[in-house]
């Protein structure tokens, strides 16, 4: 009775080994599988990025894509009004971030304050090569806007 009771044990364990062997199964996983999660998970997230890129634009153009309602945009409009050259338009926006105005287009109504915050400025530029062209263009900014109308020099 012995060999029985080991033969039925043996044999229930090795059912129960085949049963749990059943559960991992040695064939690949369907690729059905695989593209239907990813479906699941791209798809909702592209139309919600889809949905808001939407309400921007539509945001921007509630606002006016040229708005010059920012402080930096009226001056960088009123620098293009002025026809100024790119590079110079670059060193006058950099004048006017480090400056920390409000407003930075109050710096093309008033010369005395245009020289001050150049100064200051100029003061805190390291490269010397970068600090004497920046001087040199914006002397030359300087004594343009702020020059007299031609119907306006005195006779």
């Known amino acids: 009775m012995l060999n029985f009771t080991a033969i039925m044990a043996d044999s229930a364990l090795e059912s129960r080994f085949r049963a749990l062997r059943g559960g991992f199964t040695d064939k690949p996983t369907d690729p059905a599988d695989i593209k239907s999660l990813v479906f699941m998970i791209v798809v909702p997230i592209g ?74 400025w100029l003061g805190a530029l390291t490269p010397r090569a970068l600090n004497t062209y920046v001087s040199m263009r914006l002397t030359l900014i300087s004594e343009t806007a702020f020059s007299p109308a031609p119907s306006e020099a005195p006779s």
């Open 47 to 120: 139309l919600v990025l889809i949905l808001a890129l939407l309400l921007h634009v539509r945001a921007r153009k509630k606002l006016g894509g040229a708005s010059t309602a920012h402080p930096m945009r009226l001056f960088n409009a009123l620098l293009k009004k002025m026809g100024m050259p790119f590079a110079d338009r670059f060193v006058l926006r950099a004048l006017a971030r480090s400056s920390k105005l409000p407003h930075p287009a109050i710096l093309l109504f008033e010369r005395e304050l245009f020289d001050r915050h150049t100064q200051r």
